[in-house]
């Protein structure tokens, strides 16, 4: 029933267009394409099937071309793309660092370090979720990781459940702009922009944002001070960085292979595989039904992106045949409006799309259309992936349908308590999100000055 109602809103709007002049105007085209999203997405139909269908609909009502002659070459080349295999490499190395227990032995070694501070363990969540964002590329991920880790820890404290829900959201949100993170990959390899570039522009931001998160706990901390922990022996916090040792090895093996130019991204996700294998294999851990469960779990992550991104490539192939990202890049490039002004309007509409829609999802629905109206403001490609990015990390902890606040609700520890606890833990950190990308609109070459210092 769904189907033919929409079917029929598309060949009204094939109607309106053709009479008003034109064979291939591509409003009709966007106004059906909205609404058959709108009807299956509320209807709770997969992401995938959503894209699949909607390429389906969109190419038989308005493409006079036998568009499908060409789906399978369409489908073919994302699947075959070498850059696109990082993300099951990325997504295995985190699968088997956490059953490896390493990122355990991060947080206890971050947490002897930093709990003394006003905020105390708030600021190892941050910390902890930054350093292994550097390693892990997935923000779902870094949440389900470090949560599982952390949340023990709190069992019992005084600590404002909020803001330890909040800060752990916000800190996993880091999972997709800190390098190597996936977002990067796959915005690379649809705009055909260099993923070694994006992660180069990704570095200052992301430290950035971890600047502006600890100083929101550290401000917390001040307004709502706790007893302080007994100092620990400088000795006994040398001999906790032992435990980072590994982390730190990887950070370099993947992200220094890269920035120097030693390898790609796919080539360091292959080596940050094999070195997390090999740090299983000293602590003990690696086995073959770790191996076997950790790459059943990355199986089933990439099956789901990957159909995703397939059912992308047929809808993004069949709107360029009919007109629709170039018809729109030239209207809004010619509004009477400034170009901060319109890029402040898709910026909005990023904000609006994140309170229901999943991040990864808005990525491969939106990058195809809007980027060609950035380009053409004169906007730089790689500056715009960081900032998507970052709003598709703002979508991660937005309420109502942010997928890592989510996670961290299914982790608390029973009896748990309601989902608006972390909703509101949440705010501050999405404040500042908001802030740095604002900063980013700004000061551009907080992205840009590194890719372009190291070109």
């Known amino acids: 029933m769904i189907a033919v109602v929409v079917l029929l809103f598309l060949l009204g709007a094939s109607v309106l267009a053709m009479a008003a002049g034109g064979q291939q105007v591509p409003v009709g085209a966007i106004l059906g394409l909205t609404a058959v999203f709108v009807v299956f997405f509320g209807a709770g139909v997969h992401v995938a099937a959503v894209l699949g269908l909607l390429g389906i609909l969109v190419g038989l009502v308005f493409s006079d071309r036998p568009w499908w002659d060409f789906a399978g070459q369409t489908l073919w080349g994302p699947s075959s793309n070498f850059v696109l295999v990082a993300v099951p490499l990325f997504l295995l190395m985190g699968e088997i660092l ?107 931001p992301g430290l950035l944002v971890t600047a502006l998160f600890a100083l929101v706990i550290l401000a917390h901390g001040l307004a709502r001070p706790m007893e302080r922990p007994a100092a620990v022996p400088l000795a006994l916090k040398l001999r906790a960085l032992v435990d980072l040792l590994p982390t730190v090895a990887l950070m370099a093996l993947v992200l220094g292979s890269i920035y120097a130019g030693y390898a790609t991204p796919t080539e360091a996700a292959a080596l940050g ?132 606040m989510y996670v961290l609700q299914g982790m608390r520890p029973k009896p748990g308590g309601p989902i608006t606890d972390v909703f509101a833990g949440v705010l501050p950190f999405l404040g500042v999100y908001l802030l740095a990308v604002v900063l980013l609109m700004v000061w551009p070459g907080i992205a840009l000055w590194l890719p372009r210092a190291l070109a």
């Not at 789901?304 to 890049?329: K, M, S």
Request: glycine content about 10%.
């Open 273 to 404: 595989v094999v070195g997390a294998a090999l740090f299983a294999g000293f602590g003990g851990k690696l086995s073959f039904r770790m191996l076997n469960a950790s790459a059943e779990a990355t199986a089933r992550n990439t099956a789901l992106l990957g159909l995703i991104i397939l059912g992308a490539y047929l809808l993004n192939y069949v709107l360029t045949t009919i007109n629709v990202p170039q018809a729109l890049a030239a209207l809004m490039a010619g509004l009477p409006l400034p170009p901060w002004a319109i890029m402040a309007c898709i910026l909005a509409l990023y904000l609006a799309l994140g309170t229901f829609m999943e991040g990864f999802s808005m990525i491969i629905t939106t990058i195809p259309v809007v980027f060609p109206i950035v380009t053409a403001l004169g906007y730089d490609p790689v500056w715009f992936g960081v900032v998507v990015t970052m709003l598709v990390e703002i979508a991660q902890i937005s309420p109502p349908d942010g997928t890592v």
């Open 98 to 204: 956490l059953r490896a227990g390493l990122s355990d032995r991060l947080y206890r070694a971050l947490n002897i370090w930093l709990n003394r501070m006003p905020g105390g363990l708030l600021h190892t969540n941050i910390a902890s979720c930054a350093v292994f964002s550097a390693i892990s590329g997935s923000s779902v991920a870094t949440a389900a990781t470090m949560g599982s880790v952390a949340l023990p820890y709190f069992t019992g404290t005084a600590y404002s459940q909020r803001m330890v829900l909040g800060s752990l959201a916000a800190g996993g949100a880091l999972g997709n702009l800190i390098p190597p993170g996936i977002t990067f990959i796959v915005y690379g390899l649809i705009t055909e922009t260099s993923v070694g570039a994006l992660y180069m522009a990704a570095l200052l």
